[in-house]
């Protein structure tokens, strides 16, 4: 087993890999969406889904380096590195609050920009899935910065975005059918 620091390191080079992929995934997923595969109900599920496991999970590998950071003395001389780890509640919910706000608004520039006068019907329509995704993404975080995640916790979490999933295709599909 390599010494925290190298641990810590690894892991740091690991999140900047996945983060890179994410980036490709982003971006191939926000150029696959097109009406066929709306239509097409499981893929479009399936896609959804994944796209959403692998948000999570980058943020979880992305907590769980700071958190190996701050145990592991790289901000020694910080005054107040352990406050976030002191208050998980707190910047768990702050994080998922602006992880939600600014999905929503990459979701509404796919309409061909952002569009302030249609913003608070696209924040009306897409509060229920943001609600589930939000509690998703806050207690992926409340947890990790918490130390106490187990695969128990990975699993639920996982579930409450197989049902994020579920609610959105159920929704777009739902205005799909209200617009034409």
Same mark, same amino acid.
């Given at each position: 087993?390599?010494? %925290?620091?190298?641990?810590?390191?690894?892991?740091?080079?690991?999140?900047?890999?996945?983060?890179?992929?994410?980036?490709?995934? !982003?971006?191939?997923?926000?150029?696959?969406?097109?009406?066929?595969?709306?239509? !097409?109900?499981? /893929?479009?599920? *399936?896609? /959804?889904?994944?796209? !959403?496991? &692998?948000?999570?999970?980058? *943020?979880?590998?992305?907590?769980?380096?700071?958190?190996?950071?701050?145990? =592991?003395?790289?901000?020694?001389?910080?005054?107040? +590195?352990?406050?976030?780890?002191?208050?998980?509640?707190?910047?768990?919910?702050?994080?998922?609050?602006?992880? *939600?706000?600014?999905?929503?608004?990459?979701? =509404? =520039? &796919?309409?061909?920009?952002?569009?302030?006068?249609?913003?608070?019907?696209?924040?009306?329509? =897409?509060? %229920?899935?943001? #609600?589930?995704?939000?509690?998703?993404?806050?207690?992926? #975080?409340?947890?990790? &910065?918490?130390?106490n995640m187990s695969m128990k916790d990975l699993a639920y979490i996982y579930g409450i975005?197989?049902? +994020? +999933? &579920?609610?959105?295709?159920?929704?777009?599909?739902?205005?799909?059918?209200?617009?034409?």
């Amino acid at each position: 087993m390599p010494s %925290p620091k190298v641990h810590t390191a690894l892991l740091g080079l690991a999140f900047l890999l996945f983060l890179l992929l994410s980036y490709i995934e !982003n971006t191939f997923f926000f150029q696959t969406i097109s009406g066929k595969i709306i239509n !097409n109900h499981i /893929l479009f599920l *399936i896609m /959804l889904f994944t796209h !959403n496991v &692998l948000a999570v999970s980058l *943020i979880l590998l992305g907590m769980t380096f700071y958190v190996n950071l701050v145990l =592991s003395d790289f901000f020694k001389r910080e005054k107040h +590195a352990n406050i976030i780890l002191e208050h998980p509640r707190i910047f768990a919910l702050v994080f998922a609050l602006m992880i *939600i706000i600014l999905s929503i608004l990459r979701g =509404s =520039s &796919l309409l061909g920009g952002i569009n302030i006068e249609a913003l608070p019907v696209v924040l009306l329509v =897409s509060a %229920p899935v943001g #609600i589930v995704e939000g509690y998703g993404i806050y207690l992926t #975080i409340k947890k990790t &910065l918490g130390r106490n995640m187990s695969m128990k916790d990975l699993a639920y979490i996982y579930g409450i975005f197989f049902i +994020a +999933a &579920l609610m959105e295709v159920a929704f777009i599909n739902i205005l799909l059918s209200i617009v034409t």
